[in-house]
Every structure is written in C-alpha cells, then in structure tokens.
C-alpha cells in the first residue's frame, strides 16, 4: 500500500509563510504527477498547483507569484511554500500523487489533509 503524508500546515498570521510538505511511503517504482488541492470552509476542493514528472507546473491564479511547488524524487517528498499568505488561503491542504506501482499500474493517491489557518 502506499501512504501520503502531509506535514506543515498550522496558524499563521496574514503576510506569514508556511512550508508544507507531503512523503510518500510504501511500495513503489516512481511518483508521476504531483499536486497540492485546498478545501476552504464550505467550499469545494480546488486545485492549487500542479507539477508534471519533468517538473513542469501549473498554478492556480489565486496563488501565482506567492506559492512554489517542488520535489525531491530521491526523497519521495512533495513540497508547497506558501509566501504572502491571505485569509481566504484558509483550507484544508491535500497532497496528490500518481504513483507508479510494481503491478505495472498507476494509482491516484489522496493524502489525509493538513489544515492551514491564516489569522491575525
């Protein structure tokens, strides 16, 4: 089985940072595609950013110029740096993986969440 784990998320005040970061663990040959997802109170999930296998990205408006996506391959670890954060980055931060398996298939994972409160 293969596990997501976000760590990072907390009470930050408006204009702070905030590094996230998501291990993956378990039995696999790569991780393909990553990406972070926020859930604000009430709302629907959303995409926040995206990064391709050959570390291409992709970022939602809303983030654009204040949060960095990366990786570590040899480390399995995704990360997001939140820079110049808002109120409305308010939400419940989700790590996603596809993640390449031994069986030769490639799987979507969901983390479990981290939540990110910005709040004077």
């Known amino acids: 089985q293969v596990q997501l784990v976000e760590s990072g998320g907390g009470l930050v005040q408006p204009g702070g940072s905030l590094r996230l970061s998501c291990a993956a663990s378990g039995s696999f040959l790569s991780i393909n595609t990553v990406g972070w997802y926020r859930q604000p109170p009430g709302k629907k999930r959303e995409l926040v950013a995206t990064m391709a296998t050959h570390g291409s990205t992709d970022y939602a408006d809303s983030v654009k110029d204040r949060f960095t996506i990366s990786r570590d391959n040899a480390k399995s670890t995704v990360y997001l740096q939140m820079n110049s954060l808002k109120p409305e980055d308010t939400a419940v931060y989700y790590c996603?993986?596809?993640?390449?398996?031994?069986?030769?298939?490639?799987?979507?994972?969901w983390g479990q969440g981290t939540q990110v409160t910005v709040s004077s």
């Open positions: 996603n993986a596809d993640v390449y398996r031994h069986s030769g298939y490639t799987v979507n994972y």
